[in-house]
Nanobody, 125 residues
């Protein structure tokens, strides 16, 4: 069972990137999914989450209005559209899945059922 994040890269401030998180080994259509990030020398932090229905979303305050989380039609893929990127968005981004909404609602990374390997996003000034 794997989650794999992709889509990271180097972009100038003000630019955009779209991250993807694909699943293999099982279906995640009934799992809540989210994105976390870890900048150099900092703790991992919540970025955004989406419920298994796709109806409920949650965002870190600093990315509201700039990032959009979504799920694919089969709900086994998750995306993070990142616009108006800032140097402080530079981090390794990880996707995660959990069958409960609790940690996502608290914007915590505790107890996630599954984690994917990260993808590096670098925003130059």
């Amino acid at each position: 069972v794997q989650l794999q994040a992709s889509g990271g890269g180097l972009v100038q401030a003000g630019g955009s990137l779209r991250l993807s998180c694909g699943a293999s080994g099982r279906t995640f259509s009934n799992y809540n999914m989210g994105w976390f990030r870890q900048a150099p020398g900092k703790e991992r932090e919540f970025v955004a989450a989406i419920s298994w229905t796709g109806v409920t979303t949650s965002y870190l305050d600093s990315v509201k209005g700039r990032f959009t989380i979504s799920r694919g039609n089969a709900k086994n893929t998750m995306y993070l559209q990142m616009n108006s990127l800032k140097p402080e968005d530079t981090a390794v981004y990880y996707c995660a899945a959990d069958d409960t909404w609790g940690s996502f609602s608290r914007q915590e990374d505790y107890g996630m059922d599954y984690w994917g390997e990260g993808t590096l996003v670098t925003v130059s000034s």
